[in-house]
């Protein structure tokens, strides 16, 4: 099984994500810990995204398709999710022709949705209570917009594949709107 779990800051996308690896026995990929870890191992890969990142820009999608392509090739075995991957319609396109040459399908892209005001009040007790300072409300409605801005052409991108999940409420609640997608 291939999942694509999508949704704004706060929505619970990475809590989901974890929760739905476990449950199907898939890889949760998330593109910062990728990142992280190729970076750490001192790879190729992880050194030519260094220098981006160093100089403040943004690692180029045909680095991060590297990376998910090994990681991929390496567990053929396994179902994955992935978790703030795709980012852009340039990845999605990656992803989707490195599925077609591997023969494998995506069975879900799940986008989680919530009322801005209520991310953002949860944005902002989830800095308080991790002392996160530099989390403010105004930067919280900040990545709010932004993410609203590039993901819709995400959202148009997988239109005729994408599930929406009302992501208000309790975690348990929002794991069995999902799996009643998936359980169809």
Do not use: C, W
């Not at 929760?19 to 992280?36: M, P, Q, V």
């Not at 996160?132 to 590039?150: G, H, M, N, P, T």
Request: aromatic share 4%; no cysteine.
């Amino acid at each position: 099984m291939i999942v694509i779990i999508m949704g704004p800051p706060g929505a619970g996308k990475g809590t989901q994500a974890k929760i739905l690896a476990e449950k199907f026995n898939l890889l949760h990929l998330s593109t910062g810990e990728i990142l992280r870890n190729e970076i750490d191992n001192g790879s190729d890969l992880g050194l030519k995204a260094q220098r981006f990142m160093d100089r403040g820009n943004l690692v180029p999608d045909h680095l991060v398709l590297e990376m998910i392509e090994k990681i991929i090739i390496s567990n053929l075995d396994m179902g994955f999710i992935f978790d703030g991957f795709p980012r852009t319609v340039p990845q999605s396109e990656g992803l989707d022709s490195l599925l077609d040459r591997l023969k494998l399908k995506i069975n879900y892209v799940l986008n989680i949705s919530l009322d801005k005001n209520i991310l953002v009040k949860r944005l902002v007790e989830r800095a308080k209570s991790s002392g996160r300072a530099d989390d403010s409300e105004e930067v919280i409605i900040k990545r709010q917009d932004v993410y609203e801005e590039l993901t819709k052409p995400l959202i148009d991108y997988y239109r005729h594949e994408v599930t929406q999940i009302n992501g208000d409420g309790s975690i348990e609640e929002v794991s069995k709107r999902i799996l009643s997608q998936i359980n169809r």
